[in-house]
């Protein structure tokens, strides 16, 4: 699986549009961008996934650069309840496990 | 919204006991999942199931780790002889919508098992 970097942390104001960033330089062809997040001790939710097009759900934006290397997940309006590990993960779409990282901690401060 | 559940919440045993872990994933769902998350430490892929068998396990799910799918709605995890470092929070997940075939993975709430 390819691997995946992002900034440990981040602070975003309320109201405000939350861009995280995720590197992953060696992704294949035939893998996808997943991004997750994990609200304190909760189960991890999805957010949303892309192969190379952007895009958009009720919950957030995604964009995919065009040599697909990298990819940054938009928040467009945070809340307090967005406050979470969010993970970048690079995975088949029907593969049979996600590799979690680190993660990027958001939080979001009124 | 279709949901996975999880029970118990919190579970405690003592060092050597055997437990059940129990799941209902998603009645559409064809793929399913066991993760575990040590306190502070990050999510570890466990084992993933599809069709009746195992599809995939990581070096954690060793002799003393099981599933099943007993009567096609419950996903079980059984861990035989308990060892304190086995405590962890424990998450099932499920996959491949039947419809609509998205493969994102779907997450319960977790059972946090406890060995003393």
């Known amino acids: 699986d390819a691997k995946t970097t992002q900034p440990p942390s981040m602070d975003c104001a309320e109201g405000r549009a939350a861009n995280l960033p995720c590197n992953h330089s060696t992704i294949s062809g035939n893998e996808y961008v997943y991004w997750y997040r994990q609200i304190h001790s909760q189960g991890p939710q999805y957010i949303i996934h892309g192969l190379k097009n952007n895009e958009t759900n009720e919950m957030a934006s995604l964009i995919i650069t065009e040599d697909r290397k990298s990819s940054t997940l938009i928040l467009p309006h945070a809340t307090l309840r967005d406050t979470a590990v969010y993970y970048c993960?690079?995975?088949?779409?029907?593969?049979?496990?996600?590799?979690f990282g680190a993660g990027t901690t958001v939080t979001v401060r009124a | 919204e279709p949901e996975v559940t999880q029970t118990p919440s919190h579970q405690v045993t003592q060092m050597g006991q055997e437990v059940i872990l129990r799941c209902v994933p998603i009645?559409?769902?064809?793929?399913f999942y066991w993760y575990r998350q040590i306190l502070g430490q990050k999510v570890e892929f466990l084992v993933s199931f599809y069709n009746n068998e195992i599809s995939e396990k990581s070096e954690i799910f060793d002799d003393q780790f099981s599933v099943e799918r007993p009567d096609g709605s419950n996903f079980t995890l059984k861990i035989r002889s308990t060892k304190l470092e086995d405590s962890a929070m424990y998450f099932c997940a499920s996959s491949g919508d039947r419809d609509t075939f998205n493969y994102e993975q779907y997450f319960g709430p977790g059972t946090r098992l406890t060995v003393t």
């Open positions: 009645s559409n769902h064809l793929y």
């Open positions: 993960i690079v995975s088949r779409s029907n593969d049979y496990k996600l590799s």
